[in-house]
């Protein structure tokens, strides 16, 4: 666990660079993630998928599914990989400032 | 490669990664299926690079007839812990490919044919073996549109270059 300077706020991420505590996080943290991460710009498709995430996790305590994601976020699953090619799920969530989500599917 | 530049101490201590898998599938039951689609599609949910191999009655997976009826063996299955003269009556595999599907859905695992085109979506290859396809006397037209092609093992081996090979 490290602090580290996002938007100018101190927030803690673990060893990978997700946020552990999800309300640390604003929506102006997001592009700076997304940069650190080789997604040079967040379009409107991106925060369809981020917003989904967030909601998700805070709705229920865990993320969601790659196979819910593509089924319910409104975005399918091509264009989860082409919007987020080193994997969506993962690299959705940790942009959305939530933590990694653990599921094996 | 910005980011080595930029956190020399972080590179040096960065363990290998993997960059590339080829799974191969080679068993036609419900459990000799869903492990490699597990690995595949686990694959491409950490940015992996994945292809999938389907061969012997691993084809089932990627056949239209029969990729909607895969089962779980019953008879000569230690691990269902199920007496072997149980196990073969009749219906037996059904009703414990019934039981293991629900809470496969439970878990939002998908059933084959959904999980196939899923990790198709994800940009991994599918390909069926030519060796296979002879044997079974099928054709191209037999297999499921998703498939990437038909290829010998000299093909495979040239494609799994560079990354590992995995076995089902």
Redesign the interface.
Known sequence: MSTVIYAGRPVEVDAEGFLQQPEQWTEQMAGEIGRANDIDALTERHWQVINFMRKTYLGTGSAP????L?KVSGV???EL?QLF??????LAAKIAGIPKPR??? | MSELLEHPEAAASKPETIEKVSIIISKGSLEGIYPGL?MA??A????IDANLFFTFFGMDAINKAKHEHVKVATVGNPGLHLATWAGGFPGMSALVTHKLAGEMEK????PIPEFVQ?IS???AGLYGCKASVDLFELSREDLIDEVTDVITVGEFYAMAAGGHIIFT
């Not at chain 1, 599914?65 to 819910?68: A, D, K, L, Q, V």
């Not at chain 1, 090619?85 to 993962?90: D, L, M, T, V």
């Open positions: 599914s790659i196979r819910t593509g399918p699953i091509k990989y090619p080193k994997g969506p799920a993962k599921g094996c599917i | 597990i599609n686990g491409r949910m950490e940015g878990l939002d695992i998908p899923m979506d994800t940009g």
